[in-house]
């Protein structure tokens, strides 16, 4: 199997795992996106912007061969770069719909692109990795981020989607 063979199945495993993520999100109420289980940390809305924000960027980075600290701060909810992109998330719809558009994006993206591509170093403030090791990258945040936004919900009193609900 090459690498791009081995992408592809990736992502059709991400958009699996996505859509699980899709249905934790259609949980919370417009209320609940600006829940804190304590000062300081991430709210559900912040959680979905940076997920898929990152997801976005991470793939964008892929496709240009070059990934810096101005694009990473554009994902981070807490910075002022990213601050335009958070707001416009205002309701669970907002944010399922934001997601939804930043993974067609990301998929999009690595669809298209060919082996020779995705061999391609992509230079970082943290060294260069091949384009392909960028979905990587998006899929460790994702399962990471959506871990947080799991133990909301259960802190929430909810009952989060079983993590293999592939189903639905």
């Known amino acids: ?18 859509g699980v993520t899709l249905q934790a999100i259609g949980t919370l109420s ?11 940390m991430r709210s559900p809305r912040e959680l979905i912007f940076h997920i898929y924000t990152q997801e976005k960027i991470l793939a964008e980075a892929a496709r240009q061969g070059r990934f810096d600290m101005e694009a990473a701060n554009r994902a981070s909810p807490e910075s002022e770069a990213g601050a335009p ?26 669809r298209v692109m060919s ?3 995705l061999a391609r170093p992509v230079e970082s ?16 945040e994702h399962w990471h981020h959506r871990g947080q936004l799991y133990t909301y919900l259960r802190l929430l009193g909810k009952e989060p989607p079983n993590l293999y ?3 639905s």
Do not use: W
């Open 30 to 40: 417009n209320e609940e996106l600006d829940f804190r289980p304590r000062p300081g």
């Open 115 to 117: 082996e020779e591509d």
């Open 165 to 167: 609900n592939y189903g």
């Open 125 to 140: 403030p943290f060294g260069p990795f091949p384009a392909s090791q960028y979905l990587a990258f998006a899929y460790d």
């Open 1 to 18: 199997m090459n690498n791009k063979q081995r992408l592809l199945a990736q992502l059709d495993y991400f958009n699996m795992v996505h």
């Open 85 to 110: 992109g958070l707001k416009a998330l205002a309701t669970v719809n907002d944010a399922r719909k934001y997601a939804a558009e930043c993974h067609q994006i990301a998929e999009d993206t690595f």
